[in-house]
T-cell receptor, first 113, second 115 residues
Framework: AQSVTQLDSQVPVFEEAPVELRCNYS??????LFWYVQYPNQGLQLLLKYLSGSTLVKGINGFEAEFNKSQTSFHLRKPSVHISDTAEYFC???????????FGTGTSLTVIP | EPEVTQTPSHQVTQMGQEVILRCVPI?????FYWYRQILGQKVEFLVSFYNNEISEKSEIFDDQFSVERPDGSNFTLKIRSTKLEDSAMYFC?????????????FGSGTRLTVV
């Protein structure tokens, strides 16, 4: 089985400042990695995913994440956040052969004006 | 962009009552899923459904839960006798058969409150 740890439950950051949301995973098999965002009263929207190839992946809304296999991490970054980035962010993994996702507990990002 | 639609967005029910949560997956998708998120906790897999049968289920998905695709468009989750601990956000998702995440789309969720 797989598991995902998001080390920060809440991250406040000032507008236009950079942010990093941390994600570590554990798995005995190879996995794909994902970040989802949930805006208030909305569903889960895919931000970005790592399937193979370059370890730096770019997603929507200026976010990017870097897969580090040796550290089993997939941290999410944005160089300059906007008020509209305020949301809950979920890291998730899925094995190459499985259909189900394993999610972390989420990180609540609050952008302060 | 195609969406997974869930209804209702919020449902309140009394303990012991049966509830049915409804989902309309994306039309050309063949795999369907239910996940739930208890407040403050992680999103957890409940069940996956393919070719009119359950393909995988978690320990959470016990006998009080059932899923059905009653027609060509709807996918439902039934909870037979709700308990207080069933209060959660329930997400439906669907995916296409062509790859690991291509087209895996979540709905906006149904918030179930059991009182």
């Amino acid at each position: 089985a797989q598991s995902v740890t998001q080390l920060d439950s809440q991250v406040p950051v000032f507008e236009e400042a950079p942010v990093e949301l941390r994600c570590n995973y554990s798995s005995s098999v190879s996995v794909y990695l994902f970040w989802y965002v949930q805006y208030p009263n909305q569903g889960l929207q895919l931000l970005l995913k790592y399937l193979s190839g370059s370890t730096l992946v770019k997603g929507i809304n200026g976010f990017e994440a870097e897969f580090n296999k040796s550290q089993t991490s997939f941290h999410l970054r944005k160089p300059s956040v906007h008020i509209s980035d305020t949301a809950e962010y979920f890291c998730a993994v899925r094995s190459y052969t499985g259909n189900q996702f394993y999610f972390g507990t989420g990180t609540s990002l609050t952008v302060i004006p | 962009e195609p969406e997974v639609t869930q209804t209702p967005s919020h449902q309140v029910t009394q303990m012991g009552q049966e509830v049915i949560l409804r989902c309309v997956p994306i039309s050309n998708h063949l795999y369907f899923y239910w996940y739930r998120q208890i407040l403050g906790q992680k999103v957890e897999f409940l069940v996956s459904f393919y070719n009119n049968e359950i393909s995988e289920k978690s320990e959470i998905f016990d006998d009080q839960f059932s899923v059905e695709r009653p027609d060509g468009s709807n996918f439902t989750l039934k909870i037979r006798s709700t308990k207080l601990e069933d209060s959660a956000m329930y997400f439906c998702a669907s995916s296409d058969p062509t790859g690991p995440n291509y087209g895996y789309t979540f709905g906006s969720g149904t918030r179930l409150t059991v009182v």
